[in-house]
């Protein structure tokens, strides 16, 4: 299901979840995935920053990829308890998720913050999952296009490119709540944000992926990564769970 040349990215969210036993789960899906599988789609699991380095250990010599939650947007400073890309990229990390919605609820992060963190995300050479989403009143408003269409505009920096940016679309009123738009809403969004991406940084557009995520489980994966424009996932609760990561990344296999 590989669309115009962009290769799938399913990834992995823990959140604020995992122990150093939980680094059993990064074995599990590594000796789980098939080579052929790894042919066509890429793995990436981001565990909170206290298991970055375990996991990174647990994965070496595999495609299967490491990456943070958050960054701060500095180099280094005084921001106790703050983590930075070059933290994150000296570590192994090789991507990190910027402005995940419950950062921009829980933590008021702005649409300029996200845009500052997915430079840093750069600067370290990370790829940056920008996420961007509606809530449930901002879809009964019938605001979701032009809530997700500002987000995007201002976070993505320019000369953003594929191979250092990735946009995650979140509604928020589906993350962890068992709801999923339906396939044709999120076709809508996707397409539209794949335009907003060709104002802001040109043909380079065809090349970013765009990740859907919300309530992605094994059963629904096939189907929600069959949609246009939608080139992965980012997974929460289920990436926690071995065998239902591996089932939404077989939703790739031939």
């Given at each position: 299901m590989t669309?115009?040349?962009?290769?799938?990215?399913?990834a992995g969210?823990?959140?604020?979840?995992?122990?150093?036993?939980?680094?059993?789960?990064?074995?599990?899906?590594?000796n789980g995935l098939s080579p052929d599988l790894l042919c066509d789609v890429d793995v990436l699991i981001c565990p909170p920053s206290t298991?970055?380095?375990?996991?990174?250990?647990?994965?070496y010599g595999s495609p299967v990829a490491i990456g943070g939650q958050n960054?701060?947007?500095?180099r280094n400073g005084a921001f106790t308890g703050s983590i930075s890309a070059e933290m994150l990229a000296d570590l192994g990390a090789s991507y990190v998720i910027v402005g995940h919605s419950e950062r921009r609820a829980y933590h008021h992060e702005t649409d300029d913050g996200v845009h500052a963190k997915a430079l840093g995300a750069r600067r370290a050479g990370l790829c940056g999952i920008i996420c961007v989403g509606e809530t449930q009143d901002e879809r009964e408003e019938g605001r979701t296009l032009d809530i997700v269409r500002a987000q995007l505009a201002i976070g993505v920096p320019k000369g953003a490119t594929g191979a250092d940016t990735v946009i995650a679309y979140e509604p928020v009123w589906a993350i962890g709540t068992g709801l999923?738009?339906?396939?044709?809403?999120?076709?809508?969004?996707?397409?539209?944000?794949?335009?907003?991406l060709g104002q802001l940084i040109?043909?380079?557009?065809?090349?970013?992926?765009?990740?859907y995520g919300g309530s992605v489980k094994p059963g629904n994966a096939?189907?929600?990564?069959?949609?246009?424009?939608?080139?992965?996932?980012?997974?929460?609760?289920?990436s926690l769970v071995a065998d239902d990561f591996l089932g939404i990344v077989n939703a790739y296999a031939r």
């Amino acid at each position: 299901m590989t669309k115009a040349g962009r290769r799938p990215l399913v990834a992995g969210n823990w959140k604020m979840n995992g122990l150093r036993s939980s680094v059993s789960v990064v074995e599990a899906v590594r000796n789980g995935l098939s080579p052929d599988l790894l042919c066509d789609v890429d793995v990436l699991i981001c565990p909170p920053s206290t298991l970055i380095s375990s996991c990174v250990a647990a994965v070496y010599g595999s495609p299967v990829a490491i990456g943070g939650q958050n960054l701060h947007a500095k180099r280094n400073g005084a921001f106790t308890g703050s983590i930075s890309a070059e933290m994150l990229a000296d570590l192994g990390a090789s991507y990190v998720i910027v402005g995940h919605s419950e950062r921009r609820a829980y933590h008021h992060e702005t649409d300029d913050g996200v845009h500052a963190k997915a430079l840093g995300a750069r600067r370290a050479g990370l790829c940056g999952i920008i996420c961007v989403g509606e809530t449930q009143d901002e879809r009964e408003e019938g605001r979701t296009l032009d809530i997700v269409r500002a987000q995007l505009a201002i976070g993505v920096p320019k000369g953003a490119t594929g191979a250092d940016t990735v946009i995650a679309y979140e509604p928020v009123w589906a993350i962890g709540t068992g709801l999923t738009p339906t396939p044709a809403d999120i076709a809508e969004v996707h397409a539209s944000l794949r335009e907003m991406l060709g104002q802001l940084i040109g043909p380079e557009a065809a090349k970013v992926r765009i990740l859907y995520g919300g309530s992605v489980k094994p059963g629904n994966a096939r189907e929600l990564m069959a949609v246009e424009n939608v080139d992965g996932a980012l997974v929460g609760g289920a990436s926690l769970v071995a065998d239902d990561f591996l089932g939404i990344v077989n939703a790739y296999a031939r």
